[in-house]
């Protein structure tokens, strides 16, 4: 009999740029950090690459289209809080179609924040990502003691 192997949750993040501002949005109704801004992102649902599982995400939840060749990952995070996760973020300057909340029930606001004035109300992982993007820091542990 085989041994079952460890399995993490994998989820893309989008940073979708303007100038020197990002798109956040805030979460509504969702039961994880609610009232707090966070990006584009969602879940690899399985057998799905991570550009087009953060073009799924980006038509979902916002009703834009992303061409593959327009999306760069910019960051790889090993995250642990309740569980464990790898998160993959990516950016882009370029998208089709204007942007709008297409998940009301999920997002009470989308709006565009400068890097360097972000709110103070945004997930702090979200927050960590942001600032590595900007330091030009490829991949981070968050959530591990230091022991690990």
């Not at 085989?2 to 994998?10: D, H, P, W």
């Not at 100038?19 to 950090?33: A, C, D, S, W």
């Not at 999920?106 to 004035?117: E, G, H, V």
Request: net charge negative.
């Amino acid at each position: 009999m085989m041994a079952q192997r460890f399995k993490t949750i994998t989820a893309v993040h989008l940073f979708l740029l303007r100038k020197n501002q990002v798109l956040l949005l805030r979460r509504f109704q969702t039961g994880y950090e609610d009232g707090n801004y966070s990006v584009i992102a969602g879940h690899i649902e399985g057998n799905e690459e991570v550009k087009s599982a953060m073009i799924r995400e980006a038509k979902e939840e916002v009703a834009i289209h992303i061409q593959p060749e327009n999306l760069k990952v910019v960051g790889v995070m090993h995250r642990k809080a309740s569980d464990e996760r790898i998160d993959f973020f990516l950016a882009t300057h370029h998208w089709d179609r204007q942007i709008v909340n297409a998940e009301p029930h999920k997002c009470d606001d989308l709006s565009w924040f400068d890097l360097d004035a972000l709110p103070e109300n945004i997930v702090p992982y979200i927050r960590k990502a942001l600032e590595n993007y900007q330091k030009d820091i490829w991949f981070d542990s968050v959530g591990w003691d230091e022991s690990h």
